[in-house]
């Protein structure tokens, strides 16, 4: 991520809520120079709370109803971390998720929504709405006709939930809508709640109206009455409470644990620390919880962050009393209200349509993004990290020094000394990145993991590593946070694979940069080279192609976040397993498959073995969104040249993945024949998603494109 001076203020952005999204679309008109943001959400898409019933009855598709992170966070020019947040440290200034390091902050805002106030383990909250859809549709998978569903809650998301269930399961199975007030909608005018509660008959939703529900276990839903109801779940749409790291971490929160905010939608208790949305309160000027006040708050949201990160006053915001609101009622019609006046009927859904579909248009077109220019700073040793970052950094990182490391991180030197085994092969190679992700712990696995597939490629067992780091000018606090989550991320690798991190070099420069000198140990009668691919072997490709092309997408806005996910998944996953698993099964030449493309690395083998091949291109593998973005021209700046190297080769959306250039790509083999499919459902079962992608077979070096496996392989 470029800036145009110096990081001063790292804004993070918990949550993907609809402020949030509001406050991304700002900073992408208007980045605020010197303010890093980070966005940290659960999932890659964030649900829109308005299109939720409309998705569930069928209304809408997935992508119509969810905003794609990735597009927008790169619009923002924002750090996108896709983690679960399970903590909150105040005093440190620092965020805990899943999976990965803790996350410092200068500024930060929350916008997580909340949860529905039940009893522990009493049934399924309808939020966070994008884990309620995964339950719900594992709930369908167990579901038997004729079961009964309740809905809890007689306001209007639970009224529409229950309304759009019936029209989704159109009574396969039956809906039950238990509310606490004497019918559904209670604080709605008169003619409202006559809309809708006649509306709910009609569809066939029973109702139980006037009692409360308890939790729900074995079947029944007890109420408060001392009846109950044979129900096979039950889903909770009432009232908010905030989610329980928010009071933990000792913020202000109200009686129901939502952050306590004052108009300017700053914390009471803590300057530095703003929240909006279900999951915030706002002192004297309490609103219901509805995604219409989380929408309005995002504009005032950005305007006080920037105003926050710039040490200038921070506005107030003044929301307007009421609020219109609008129910869907599945029916084809929808139900309005605002000031005591209500109307229904079809024209009002169509508006309501169009309201959704123009507030969603804001966030699903990508935005261009705006590139500055870097700070000029002193080259040379001059731009050598201090030793208080790198100290700080190197703290805490996994140490495996064994006993051929003689002088590593353990005891730091001018050098690094290992004895090598006697009789072992020294196997050596190195690589280096500048950031291509803007998460520097994701970053860092990668690169450890591509650094590391060269060893993999000959069969060797990484031994230690040294490391060349960069990262951009900023505090040492800044500095330091952000070369030990890159090493974080590489260590947890390098230790996987039982390499020792024995030493490196740190230094500024304009963006993060990461790379690692790599030696590894191997029998010298058992290396893999490329030059010993025979005559009849199966080619055998570990990982699906597409990194570069999804890399690129992602720069430009194009990548959607799931796609984007996919790619970081296998680019992280090292290739030890499929080493091994390829050297049980008797491989004969490996390489692995990086800037050259599979075309590019194919070739590089048949020249070295005096042999030519044929490759399916049916069978090659590709990573999600990776053939709809090459169908769209996307590549990578190294395809064209990669692609004149093989002039002649046909081209077109899916043969562009043969000239992609890979990061942290998979191995591709020569295995004989007999062998192949063991080999293949090996690597399967050990989570490789293994391919057979073509035959190697007497002749010239050349490569044949064959769009069918015309030729197959010889298995007896």
Same mark, same amino acid.
């Given at each position: 991520m470029r800036s145009d001076e110096p990081i001063s203020t790292d804004l993070v952005l918990l949550g993907a809520g609809h402020a949030h999204v509001e406050v991304l679309r700002h900073f992408a008109m208007r980045p605020e120079p010197g303010v890093?943001?980070?966005? /940290? =959400? &659960?999932?890659?898409? %964030?649900?829109? %709370?308005?299109?939720?019933?409309?998705? /569930?009855?069928?209304?809408? *598709?997935?992508?119509?109803?969810?905003?794609?992170?990735?597009?927008?966070?790169?619009?923002?020019?924002?750090?996108?971390?896709?983690?679960?947040?399970?903590?909150?440290?105040?005093?440190?200034?620092? +965020?805990?998720?899943?999976?990965?390091?803790?996350?410092?902050?200068?500024?930060? *805002? /929350?916008?997580?929504?909340?949860?529905?106030?039940?009893?522990?383990?009493? =049934?399924?909250?309808?939020?966070? /709405?994008?884990?309620?859809?995964? &339950?719900?549709?594992?709930?369908?998978?167990?579901?038997?006709a004729g079961a009964r569903i309740a809905v809890v809650g007689g306001g209007a998301g639970g009224t529409e939930l229950a309304l759009a269930l019936a029209r989704r399961y159109r009574n396969r199975v039956h809906i039950v809508l238990v509310c606490d007030s004497p019918e559904p909608l209670a604080g709605a005018p008169a003619y409202a709640r006559s809309i809708a509660r006649s509306t709910v008959v009609d569809a066939g939703v029973e109702l139980a109206c006037g009692v409360s529900a308890g939790a729900w276990a074995n079947g029944r839903l007890p109420l408060s009455d001392g009846s109950f109801l044979d129900v096979a779940a039950a889903l909770w749409a009432t009232g908010v409470v905030g989610p329980a790291l928010l009071a933990a971490s000792g913020l202000a929160c109200d009686a129901t644990g939502c952050v306590r905010v004052a108009s300017t939608l700053q914390s009471v208790s803590h300057a530095f620390v703003f929240a909006a949305g279900d999951c915030a309160t706002v002192d004297g000027n309490t609103r219901p919880k509805a995604g219409v006040w989380a929408v309005r708050a995002g504009a005032p949201l950005a305007a006080n962050l920037r105003r926050a990160a710039a040490g200038r006053k921070l506005r107030r915001w003044r929301p307007q009393p009421d609020a219109l609101a609008i129910v869907g009622l599945g029916d084809g019609r929808a139900l309005a209200w605002r000031n005591g006046v209500a109307v229904a009927g079809r024209p009002i859904w169509r508006w309501k349509d169009w309201i959704d579909r123009r507030w969603m248009r804001m966030y699903q077109r990508p935005m261009a993004r705006m590139a500055g220019e870097d700070p000029m700073r002193c080259g040379g040793c001059g731009a050598k990290v201090g030793a208080e970052v790198l100290a700080g950094a190197l703290a805490g990182l996994p140490r495996l020094p064994g006993a051929d490391v003689l002088i590593g991180l353990d005891a730091p030197d001018d050098a690094a000394v290992m004895l090598p085994p006697p009789g072992m092969a020294v196997v050596q190679s190195v690589d280096h990145f500048r950031a291509f992700i803007d998460d520097p712990f994701v970053f860092g696995e990668i690169a450890a993991a591509h650094a590391l597939s060269d060893l993999h490629a000959m069969g060797a067992r990484p031994w230690t590593a040294l490391a060349v780091a960069a990262v951009p000018y900023a505090s040492a606090r800044r500095m330091r946070a952000e070369l030990a989550d890159m090493l974080k991320g590489a260590t947890d690798v390098l230790a996987a694979d039982g390499c020792a991190l024995v030493g490196g070099h740190s230094a500024e420069a304009a963006e993060p940069a990461l790379g690692f000198s790599v030696t590894g140990l191997a029998d010298p009668g058992r290396l893999l080279r490329k030059s010993g691919l025979q005559p009849g072997n199966a080619l055998i490709l570990t990982k699906p192609l597409g990194t570069g092309i999804v890399l690129a997408g992602h720069m430009r806005g194009l990548a959607h976040a799931a796609w984007l996910q996919a790619a970081v998944g296998s680019m992280r996953t090292s290739n030890a397993m499929a080493s091994q698993v390829l050297g049980e099964f008797g491989a004969t030449a490996c390489t692995d498959v990086t800037g050259f493309g599979l075309a590019g690395h194919l070739m590089e083998m048949l020249q070295a073995s005096g042999v030519g091949a044929v490759l399916?291109?049916?069978?090659?593998?590709?990573?999600?969104?990776?053939?709809?973005?090459?169908?769209?021209?996307?590549?990578?700046?190294?395809?064209?040249?990669?692609?004149?190297?093989? *002039? =002649? #080769?046909?081209?077109?959306?899916? #043969?562009?993945?043969?000239? !992609?250039?890979? #990061?942290? =790509?998979?191995?591709?083999?020569?295995?004989?024949?007999?062998?192949? !499919?063991?080999?293949?459902?090996?690597? &399967?079962?050990?989570?490789?998603?293994?391919?057979? +992608?073509?035959?190697?077979?007497?002749? !010239?070096?050349?490569?044949?494109?064959?769009?069918?496996?015309?030729?197959?392989?010889?298995?007896?």
């Open positions: 890093r943001l980070t966005l /940290i =959400g &659960r999932e890659p898409e %964030t649900p829109y %709370t308005g299109m939720l019933p409309g998705l /569930i009855r069928g209304d809408y *598709s997935f992508e119509q109803a969810h905003i794609d992170l990735a597009p927008l966070a790169a619009a923002a020019r924002a750090r996108l971390i896709l983690a679960e947040a399970t903590a909150i440290d105040l005093a440190e200034r620092q +965020v805990a998720v899943t999976g990965r390091p803790t996350i410092p902050f200068d500024l930060l *805002s /929350i916008d997580i929504g909340g949860e529905p106030a039940m009893p522990p383990d009493g =049934g399924q909250p309808v939020k966070p /709405i994008g884990q309620f859809l995964a &339950r719900l549709s594992a709930l369908e998978e167990q579901l038997a399916w291109t049916d069978a090659v593998p590709a990573l999600p969104g990776a053939l709809e973005l090459a169908a769209q021209g996307v590549e990578s700046t190294l395809a064209p040249q990669n692609r004149r190297a093989l *002039s =002649g #080769t046909a081209t077109g959306a899916v #043969t562009a993945l043969l000239f !992609d250039p890979q #990061t942290s =790509g998979g191995l591709l083999a020569g295995v004989p024949a007999n062998k192949a !499919d063991a080999c293949v459902a090996a690597m &399967r079962q050990h989570g490789m998603p293994a391919t057979v +992608v073509g035959m190697v077979e007497a002749g !010239d070096p050349a490569l044949r494109l064959e769009a069918t496996q015309s030729l197959r392989r010889d298995t007896a």
